[in-house]
């Protein structure tokens, strides 16, 4: 099929870069990706991260190479920057010898960015702002995500599109660059490999896969939600900030914006030190993405999910997913090519 031979041309740098059939990325997501989920995509073709989040070294081996025994494709390992034991991170992928290192929560110094490429490993990072795009590739990354506000977990303020037309014309011809945020059809994506995307990163969309071992509840919730559904978290009052997390709305997002009026009461009254206040918000979510993911508490867990969730209508095996998207990409370049 033209269109097939079309799009292996578009994502070619991207499906060198990751060493796969597709140049679609799985998202990391806590809990989500690890080895089943993370060896389902590669498996299927794609690229699974696995998300450390908050694992210890110990429990990272232990995961890589229990990914190593499902797949014998590419997969990485996505590692948080601000984690106090990311160079043991880092060297327990360089043992286990994973291929890529992707770089995440912060803008990762440039002592872990060349630590990672010591190992040999190829360094992606996300990169919010065209700015900090430049400084990263300045800092030696490999390749580049950009992810828009749509996405699921941390946000940034900016949207999928918007990032694109900010950083695409003017970086990708520099180093391969993925596009993440409000991605679940194949022809969106042609349209990020068309405006010089090397690839896209996909994690919403992975959520109902067979192989995720996320509860029941919580795919339910996936595929009962609207797009709408899937929505920032609410800060009550500047003067105690909130880390904005996409995730469907639910009781406990109700009952955050109460605690926050609360515990704000409390600092006012003079009952709690302003850093206290901060912590006691802070801490509000503790545990409630596990609870959602594992334990099936859809109702006071957090349940993280991109806007994308909308496009989420059943469980079905990962091989079926890439399947759906490459006949969505490929039915629009056939589409562009018959109107030509």
Known sequence: ???????????????EFLGTDYAIMGGAMSWVSERHLVAAISNSGGFGVIACGSMEPERLDEEIKATQALT????????????????????VCGAN????????????????????????????????AL?????????GVDA???????????????????????????????LPIFVAGGIGRGEVIVSYLEMGAAGVQLGTRFVCANECVAHPNFKQAFIKAAARDAVP???????????????????GTKRFVE??????????????????AQLEIEHYWAGALRRAVIDGDVEMGSVMA????????????????????LDQAQGALAARQGSS
């Open 72 to 91: 014998a494709k590419p997969f990485g390992v996505n590692l948080i920057t601000m984690h106090p034991k990311l160079d043991q991170l880092i060297d």
């Open 131 to 139: 700015v900090l795009a430049k400084k990263l590739v300045r800092s």
């Open 144 to 174: 580049l995500v950009i992810e828009g506000a749509e996405a699921g977990g941390h946000i940034g303020p900016v949207s999928t599109s918007v990032l694109a037309q900010e950083i695409l014309p003017v970086m990708a011809e520099q």
């Open 306 to 325: 991109g806007q994308s969730v909308g496009l989420v209508t059943k469980v079905q095996p990962c091989a079926e997913i890439f399947s759906e998207l």
């Open 233 to 251: 978290t609410t800060q009550v009052d500047p003067a105690f900030p909130v880390i904005p997390v996409r995730a469907l709305a639910n009781e």
């Open 1 to 15: 099929m033209a269109s097939l031979g079309r799009l292996d041309r578009l994502w070619q740098r991207g499906r």
């Open 259 to 276: 605690f926050q009026h609360q515990v704000i009461s409390r600092y006012r009254a003079g009952e709690l030190e302003h850093k206290d």
């Open 97 to 128: 010898g994973v291929s890529h290192v992707v770089l995440a929560g912060g803008l990762p110094s440039a002592a872990a960015i060349k630590r990672a490429k010591d190992t040999g490993a190829k360094v992606v990072c996300f990169a919010p």
